[in-house]
């Protein structure tokens, strides 16, 4: 009676071990894509695509305004043209995520 009840243990055993790797896969299912890293991920790419069209408006209007001696105007005109393709950028990189 002894070999009987080590089974029936071990098979119990195995039924909660089944168990609880089934809710987590399943967990896993509802809850898919809502990790911390991914989220890091975003926020790296949403900063990436902002600061980049910004510093390369920058360092043409820099260029121009050195070219054509006037001032800062084409800095800041298209520091704010990055700006605003950076933040379109951002934009469609956050809805294309959800």
Known sequence: MCA????????????ARVRRQR?????GRREKGQSFWRYVGLIGA??????VP??????LGLWLD??????SRW???LL????????????RTITKEQ
């Open 4 to 15: 009987r009840d080590d089974e029936e243990e071990l098979e119990d055993e195995f039924e």
């Open 23 to 27: 809710e987590l896969i399943e967990k």
């Open 46 to 51: 949403v900063g990436w695509s902002v600061v």
């Open 54 to 59: 910004m510093a390369l408006g920058v360092l």
């Open 66 to 71: 050195r070219k054509f001696q006037t001032g």
């Open 75 to 77: 800095t800041l005109a």
């Open 80 to 91: 704010l043209l990055g700006l605003s393709v950076g933040c379109l950028n951002a934009w």
